[in-house]
C-alpha cells in the first residue's frame, strides 16, 4: 500500500510541475478566463487541482478562437481572403490619406490639443 501512495505522489508532483511549466510558457493569447499570473498563481497553490483546471478550463487549443479574442478586421486572415483586391488597395489608399492629414503641418497640431471647442 505504502508502494502506491510514493508511485501516486511521485506522478502527482511530475503532473503538478509539468502543468506549471505549460502554463507559463503559453503566450498569454493561449489563456482563457483569467491572466496568465492568475493561472499560473492556481496552478502553484493548488497543486493536482489547478492543474486540472488549467488543462480543462484554462488552456486555448491552437487554432481555438475565443469569443473573448478580437482580431481586427484589417488583421484576420479570413476576412483578407473574402474581399477583393480592388477593395484591399482601396482600404490602403484611405489609410493612407488618413495618415498624411494626420501628419500635415499645415493642420497645426495633429493631436488636437491646441484647439479650442
Request: glycine fraction near 12%; hydrophobic fraction near 45%.
Amino acid at each position: 500500500m505504502a508502494r502506491f501512495l510514493v508511485i501516486g505522489g511521485f506522478v502527482a508532483a511530475i503532473f503538478w510541475i509539468y502543468s506549471i511549466v505549460d502554463c507559463a510558457v503559453q503566450p498569454a493569447t493561449r489563456h482563457r478566463g483569467v491572466s496568465k499570473g492568475a493561472w499560473i498563481a492556481i496552478v502553484v497553490l493548488i497543486p493536482v487541482i489547478g492543474g486540472l483546471l488549467w488543462f480543462v478550463l484554462g488552456r486555448r487549443r491552437p487554432g481555438e478562437t475565443g469569443g473573448d479574442l478580437f482580431i481586427p478586421l484589417d488583421d484576420d486572415p479570413a476576412h483578407l481572403r473574402r474581399i477583393s483586391e480592388a477593395e484591399q488597395e482601396r482600404r490602403i489608399q484611405q489609410l493612407e490619406a488618413e495618415l498624411s492629414r494626420l501628419d500635415d503641418p499645415r493642420d497645426g497640431d495633429a493631436t488636437g490639443a491646441g484647439e479650442r471647442p
